[in-house]
């Protein structure tokens, strides 16, 4: 119960911090004032014959299969990072999706599983279906302590395969236009199996990088992804995506830890935090932007950051 009291004016004193560097620093930043009317086709209103892969700020959901996992009220509480379902969450904006797969191909958060994985594809089909141009960068991993689904990579194929951007370093510096009529870019982690062989239709995981720091403190959780946003040179210097997840983590030793009051910590400061990495001069490093709980504000500042970035 001391460690529980503790942490909690741990917290309290990290948020004041964040607070206080919203009233000295303020939000400004290019393209902060963007409010989009479409965000189910917002890339459908980029200049597609001049943005590049490599230049758009994808706005992500993290864990982004848990709209429905475990059992409401009981066990949900402790492993739902999202609200909606795939297919919503790329109507309200999201393109990059994050998934996490078992070896009986259901998807999972830790120890709870969710539906089958299909439905996770479905909804990525039924979506490409239902727009023109809107691009997806597609995660999907072998989650911590299971085996890797049998076949997973040609399952994948046989399902995408017409969408699928194949693995070639060449995309990075690729317009949109040029990418069409392709519009998935699906990278595949597995646990054992091998991992997607250069020019496959499937990605291999050192294409997308990130830096997780596993904390439910949100100054400190703040600080370390912009110490770590700096070690990454410019967009324009390096093929793979990197990716800054705005997410607090609940902790085992804290009584508080169920995700949505955590993370709540530090998703209001998704602003602040763009606002000072351009502050510092990185802002032609930010790529992947991810959250829990995706809401339109946070789309908002991807989409304006992407229309400010190619507009000059």
Sequence with gaps: MGNHFSRQKDVANEIRQLTELLKSEGLDFPGCDF???QPREWMNNLDL?????????????????????????ISRPFAQCQSHSIYKQ?????????????????????ILKGYHVQRVLNDVKRFLQDTKVEFIILEIRTEYGYED????DTYLVEE????????DEKAFDKTLR??????????WKPRK????????????????????????LPYTKFQKNMEHLEKHGPVGTRKYFYRVENTCTPQPDNAIVCVKPVTERIKPYARLFVSQ???????DRLQIFSSDFVDLDFINVCIGLTVARTST
């Design 49 to 73: 014959d001049n943005v590049k892969l490599k230049d758009v700020v994808w706005p992500g959901s993290h864990d982004s299969a848990t709209d429905t996992i475990g059992i409401p009220f």
């Design 193 to 216: 199996a091998p991992a997607p062989a250069p020019g496959s239709l499937l990605w291999s995981s050192n294409y997308i990088k990130d830096n997780w720091t596993d904390v439910d």
């Design 35 to 37: 409010e989009t009317t």
């Design 149 to 152: 689904p049998t076949n997973f």
């Design 90 to 110: 790329l109507e309200h904006g999201v393109r990059v999706i994050d998934i996490r797969v078992e070896q009986n191909r259901c998807v999972c958060h830790g």
């Design 277 to 283: 990495v351009h502050k510092k001069g990185l802002g």
């Design 160 to 167: 995408l395969g017409e969408n699928l951007i194949p693995q």
């Design 178 to 187: 040029e990418l069409l009529p392709k519009r998935v870019l699906c990278i």
